[in-house]
């Protein structure tokens, strides 16, 4: 039976979750402001947008991301940020065909 992307994407991140979890503490609010944050594109540790499929998998694997709102540009579309740490952890190991 073939796997959905999204199941593929909860089971490497339950095989990857202390990873994930240390690569979650590389970056920190500079000042707390994460409780102030709004907006993913203005957040000093969330990713760029477009993460709303690896949220909706982090959400299912119980494992925390931190998805945020991410609005930017001129006429702005909702997109999702995650954790920069994570974002930056999934780039560097993820399998392609889960990107």
Request: proline share 5%.
């Amino acid at each position: 039976m073939k796997l959905s992307k999204r199941q593929a994407r909860v089971n490497w991140i339950l095989e990857h979750a202390d990873a994930i979890k240390e690569a979650r503490q590389k970056y920190q609010c500079p000042d707390g402001c994460r409780s102030q944050c709004r907006n993913g594109a203005t957040c000093a540790i969330s990713s760029y947008g477009g993460w709303g499929f690896w949220a909706q998998a982090f959400r299912l694997a119980e494992i925390k991301c931190e998805p945020m709102n991410y609005w930017s540009g001129s006429k702005p579309t909702p997109s999702t940020s995650i954790s920069m740490g994570i974002a930056e952890y999934i780039c560097s190991n993820a399998p392609g065909e889960l990107l």
